[in-house]
Each structure stands twice: as structure tokens, then as C-alpha cells.
């Protein structure tokens, strides 16, 4: 796509404004490859405070052009001006040549709740807080709800939290195979998973530093959060390793939550899952994806139905008190009848959680290549969302976290839902940004953030685990442990 800017705005915004109507789009300031490639020119002018934009959009031999004002003011979700007058005259430019209506109207960026959280922060209603969305950010009235809604959650549980608490993620960047639509950088083939042993040895450790920081900074563990990959690609001689060595840093007891994802259903074992029992794992997530034995195979995963089913029952018969399940819309090949079956049956399950994601593709994933020609963007991904926030709903579910993607099919969310009580803390202290993440292990970031919120530093750790077992560097250990420790000495615990 080629993509001219005329005056002083953000590149990247405007890629993401791009991306509304074109999901998938590479960004050239010279002619595209394509001849039928689009063409967007913008051209924006004014000041923070007060500016115009025209937007001139051109596809496939028809092209359109629209002008907008903008207007910032103390109170409005934007604060520049131009990037309102440039939504706007993207929104009308886009809608008029595709027939397209952006359901989250001119807002971007992942965390669509942390400004309506910061309304309700700042004393205005959930009624001020829908209206506003939908007149300055034109988004239409179910999504200014929604993401209202989840705010209005989020807000009574962050009140709980005491002062100087935290989190900790703990990454296992492996699983036993690929899924086609994965980005996360995780290993499949049985020579890198021969890496676990020497990975654990190095990730204790590294485990015992973390701790040791957060506990000299007089802080306090809230939520425990074992991540990936697929953690249960552990066998439960080496999983056993890791429990012991957590619990030896923490009382789990005391901690409000504590997560380990069993994502891949044909990992988990009732023997692993007794032992994360044991060592006090109150919530477990069991992704089936969908429950389409035929869309599984598609989208390369190595587990059926029938073992999703099996791996729910053993957790459930587990004792541990809260299930998560993860569906996905907008899966290459499936439509709304099979996906509506789908929730229909993990809802009667009854699970404690239940996350709906829109899929996203991304570069590194397997099949991103020809993602145009498979992915769903008739419509049906679109009402694939609404009926499982609408079936949610009608089962006693409430939203009560959200986050969006760039490329992700039809511009859509991905939701959490829960039984009241049943919220994942992790997921909202971690979206919003609520408090620091300390964070271990390959491709994990940790994320300081201060008392008032208003500053936010991340520090990351070697990206693959070749890289994090060959790249000893006491040096990066050492100036990982300076910058905590500067972060907190400038801004408070």
C-alpha cells in the first residue's frame, strides 16, 4: 500500500488508520507493486489544539476524498487534534469507497478500555462515558458499551489491590508443535525441546533474582502468572522443578491468583494437573480453539475434540477452582454455523472463563502469506463476535477484559468473560498496566510501571531460548537489576 503523508503526523497512526480498512497491508512511500494495490494520501494541517485533515482514498480504479476537522480540548480522549481530524476524514474516506463502517470508529491502539477507564477515574458517568465515546470517536454504540462496561469492572477490582503489590510472569516459550496462526516465538521441533532441562536450571535462577528484587523493594506478589508457549509441554518430572522452585519464593497461599496455561489440550495429564493443585494453581486456562475436528487439522493443531473434552473433564475433576477456555473467530475455513456450535457447547460447559479472540495474522505466522485468500471477511467473523457476547451475556458471563491487534479480521476485539468473582486479575493489572510485571525467561518482558501510572519502562529479555541459555551476560543481569532499582528510586514503589 502506498501511503503519502503531507504535514506533521505520526507515520505509524496513520498506517493504523490504514489498516482499519485495509487489515493486511504492507506501507510504501513509492509506487506498490500491485497495480490494484490502494493509495492513501493524507494531508493534515492546524495545530494540537485546532486542525484539518483531507484524505484521498484509491482502490481498484475508484477513488474518494474526504475532509475533516478536529478539535482538542482538556477533557477529550484525544489529545492532538490532528490525529482526530485525520480518523475522521479516514473514517468518512473509508466508509464511502468500501461501504465500510469502523465499528471502534477512529480509536486505535490495543487498550481500548484504559480511556474510558480514565473517564470513569475522572468522575464521569457510564452514560457520560458511552456518549463521549461514540460522538468523538465515533464508535458505534455496542462497542462504546462494551468497552465501557468492562472499565466499570476493572475500576472496582484495581481498588482492591493494596499498595507496593505486583506481578510475575514466568515464560515457557515451548510447545509441541505449531499452530498455523501463532506469532509468539516458541519452540516445536524435538531438538529444541531438548533445551527444557538446561532451561529450567537457568530460569530457577534467574526466578531467585526476581524475587530476591521484589522482596528488597518491599513489595508484594498479587497474581502468579506461568505463561508461553504451552507450559504443560513440561513433563511432570520438570514441571514439578518449577512449582517447587516458585513456591519456595512465595506463599502461594497468599497470592490472589495464580495462572498456569494448559492451552494445548494434548499436554495435560491428570499427574500434571494434580501437582499444579498441589502447589496451590488456582486457575487454569484449556484452549480448544474450536470444537471443528476439520479446522483443527487446518490451522495445525495436533489435538482432537474428543482430547479437548478429556483434558476439560480431567481439570475440572482437579480441583482447581477456575477454568479458562479460548475460542478464536474468524479461523480460515470456518464460518458462523460451526463457530456458534462451538460456544454453544464450551458455554455449556459451563467454564469459570471464557476469552474469544479474533484472529489476528501476523507476519511470522505459518500462513501469513496467503492470509487474504484464507482468511473469513465476508461478515460472518463480525457476527461470530456479537452472538458470543450476546450468548455470553445471556449465560451469566460478564466482560471484564479487552484488547485489540492490528490485522485482526473485520478490525474486531478479543474479550474475557467471567463468571462475577471469577475475573482473571492477571489479564487486567497486565492490560492496563495497573502495576509492575516482573517478568523471567526467553522473550519475556518485564514492565515497571510507577505509583501514578504515568510512567511506564520495559525491560526485555533474550527473544528465543538458544538465545537465553548461549548469551550469558552477567553484565545485562547487572543492568537489569540497575534499572529496577533507578526506576523505583525516581518514581516510588
Request: hydrophobic share 40%; with cysteine; aromatic share 10%.
Amino acid at each position: 500500500m502506498k501511503l503519502i503523508i503531507n504535514g506533521d503526523l505520526n507515520e505509524y497512526y496513520v498506517q493504523t488508520l490504514c489498516l482499519l480498512f485495509f487489515p493486511g497491508e504492507k506501507f510504501s512511500k513509492t509506487e506498490p507493486d500491485a497495480p490494484d494495490a490502494p493509495i492513501a494520501e493524507l494531508t493534515v494541517d492546524g495545530t494540537q489544539n485546532a486542525a484539518s485533515a483531507t484524505v484521498t482514498l484509491t482502490y481498484r480504479g475508484k477513488s474518494v476524498t474526504k475532509s475533516a476537522e478536529g478539535v482538542a480540548t482538556g477533557e477529550s480522549f484525544m489529545a492532538d487534534a490532528k490525529r482526530i481530524a485525520a480518523g475522521k476524514a479516514f473514517f468518512a474516506a473509508g466508509k464511502s469507497l468500501l461501504g465500510i463502517t469502523a465499528q471502534w470508529g477512529i480509536l486505535t491502539g490495543v487498550r481500548p478500555s484504559k480511556i474510558a477507564l480514565r473517564a470513569l477515574n475522572g468522575g464521569k458517568t457510564k452514560l457520560e462515558t458511552k456518549t463521549r465515546l461514540a460522538k468523538e470517536l465515533i464508535l458505534s454504540p455496542k462497542k462504546a458499551a462494551l468497552v465501557t462496561d468492562i472499565a466499570a469492572i476493572e475500576r472496582k477490582i484495581i481498588a482492591t489491590l493494596p499498595p507496593k503489590s505486583c506481578s510475575v510472569y514466568v515464560s515457557i516459550p515451548f510447545c509441541p508443535s505449531r499452530c498455523s496462526y501463532c506469532s509468539f516465538v516458541s519452540c516445536t521441533s524435538p531438538k529444541l525441546l531438548a533445551l527444557l532441562d538446561d532451561y529450567l536450571i537457568k530460569l530457577c535462577r534467574d526466578i531467585d533474582e526476581c524475587f530476591d528484587n521484589i522482596y528488597e523493594l518491599g513489595m508484594s506478589v498479587s497474581t502468579l502468572y506461568i505463561g508461553g508457549g504451552t507450559p504443560t509441554t513440561l513433563n511432570a518430572a520438570q514441571l514439578k522443578i518449577l512449582l517447587s522452585k516458585l513456591s519456595s519464593r512465595v506463599d502461594v497461599s497468599s497470592l490472589r491468583e495464580f495462572t498456569v496455561e494448559a492451552g494445548r489440550p494434548d499436554t495435560v495429564t491428570a499427574e500434571k494437573l494434580a501437582l499444579l493443585r498441589e502447589f496451590g494453581v488456582t486457575r487454569v486456562s484449556i484452549n480448544p480453539q474450536t470444537l471443528n475436528d476439520d479446522i483443527l487439522e487446518a490451522i495445525g493443531r495436533k489435538h482432537t475434540t474428543e482430547q479437548f473434552y478429556y483434558a476439560y473433564d480431567l481439570a475440572r475433576k482437579s480441583g482447581i477452582k477456575c477454568i479458562n477456555t479460548d475460542l478464536i473467530a474468524g479461523l480460515p475455513g470456518e464460518g458462523f454455523g460451526s463457530f456458534s456450535e462451538t460456544v454453544d457447547k464450551i458455554i455449556a460447559l459451563k467454564p469459570e472463563n471464557l476469552t474469544v479472540h479474533t484472529l489476528c495474522i501476523k507476519s511470522a505466522a505459518d500462513f501469513a502469506h496467503d492470509a487474504k485468500n484464507k482468511v473469513n471477511d465476508n461478515g460472518d467473523t463480525s457476527k461470530c463476535i456479537d452472538y458470543s457476547q450476546i450468548s455470553a451475556k445471556n449465560a451469566g458471563y460478564i466482560p471484564y477484559y479487552i484488547y485489540r491487534q492490528k490485522n485482526a479480521v473485520s478490525n474486531l476485539e478479543n474479550v474475557g468473560f467471567a463468571f462475577p468473582g471469577t475475573e482473571g486479575l492477571y489479564n487486567i493489572f497486565m492490560m492496563e498496566e495497573i502495576h509492575s510485571i516482573f517478568a523471567v525467561g526467553a522473550g519475556a518482558v518485564t514492565k515497571l510501571v510507577s505509583p501514578d501510572r504515568n510512567h511506564i519502562e520495559r525491560i526485555f529479555e533474550f527473544k528465543y531460548p538458544y538465545e537465553y541459555l548461549t548469551k550469558e551476560d552477567p553484565e545485562k543481569r547487572a543492568e537489569k537489576r540497575t534499572k529496577i532499582f533507578e526506576f523505583f528510586n525516581t518514581y516510588g514503589i
